[in-house]
């Protein structure tokens, strides 16, 4: 800029999870500015030079201490906060993923960003939701793979 004023606000990208263990989903009541108090996925800010794999694996160790395995791209949807004291807006990336070792329990390993996370069946999920979430979820979105015919 270099005439003083803030830089102006830029897109950013989001990875998030959708961890799964049967029929549930891992949440998290979220402790940030935008979403405060809503139950969201883990998940955050991709940095420079990863892929969403990776991106998705570091996220779900920083705030979890799960380990994930067989991550695919689910997703992408367009989230535009202006309602916030700072207004963001977010490409944000969205991932299946299962537990590398299916006996791990999470940890909440950023209580200042998260309350603690819990596995909620997806058809009792909790609420309020994270608004994009909320929004998937009403318009039908379904994480899990196509059930193997029998
Ligand atoms: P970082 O510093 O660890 O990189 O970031 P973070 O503190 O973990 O970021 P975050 O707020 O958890 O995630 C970044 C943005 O992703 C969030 O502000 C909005 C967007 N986002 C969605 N849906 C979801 C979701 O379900 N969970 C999370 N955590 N973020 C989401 O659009
Ligand atoms: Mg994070
Ligand atoms: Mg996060």
């Given at each position: 800029?270099?005439?003083?004023?803030?830089?102006?606000?830029?897109?950013?990208?989001?990875?998030?999870?959708?961890?799964?263990r049967?029929?549930?989903?891992?949440?998290?009541?979220?402790?940030?500015?935008?979403?405060?108090?809503?139950?969201?996925?883990?998940?955050?800010?991709?940095?420079?030079?990863?892929?969403?794999?990776?991106?998705?694996?570091?996220?779900?160790?920083e705030?979890?201490?799960?380990?994930?395995?067989?991550?695919?791209?689910?997703?992408?949807?367009?989230?535009?906060?202006l309602?916030?004291?700072?207004?963001?807006?977010?490409?944000?990336?969205?991932?299946?993923?299962?537990?590398?070792?299916?006996?791990q329990?999470?940890?909440?390993?950023?209580?200042?960003?998260?309350?603690?996370?819990?596995?909620?069946?997806?058809?009792?999920?909790?609420?309020?939701?994270?608004?994009?979430?909320?929004?998937?979820?009403?318009?039908?979105?379904?994480?899990?793979?196509?059930?193997?015919?029998?």
């Amino acid at each position: 800029m270099g005439d003083g004023s803030a830089p102006l606000p830029v897109p950013r990208v989001a990875v998030v999870v959708f961890l799964l263990r049967g029929r549930a989903v891992l949440l998290g009541r979220r402790r940030r500015s935008i979403g405060d108090s809503t139950f969201a996925l883990p998940g955050g800010h991709l940095e420079f030079g990863e892929s969403f794999e990776e991106c998705a694996a570091r996220e779900v160790a920083e705030e979890t201490g799960l380990e994930i395995d067989e991550a695919q791209l689910l997703t992408v949807t367009n989230n535009v906060f202006l309602e916030e004291p700072k207004p963001s807006h977010y490409v944000t990336v969205l991932l299946r993923a299962r537990l590398a070792r299916p006996d791990q329990e999470p940890e909440t390993r950023e209580p200042e960003k998260c309350d603690g996370w819990g596995w909620y069946d997806w058809g009792n999920l909790p609420s309020p939701l994270f608004w994009p979430l909320e929004r998937m979820v009403r318009a039908g979105f379904d994480p899990f793979p196509p059930q193997a015919s029998p």
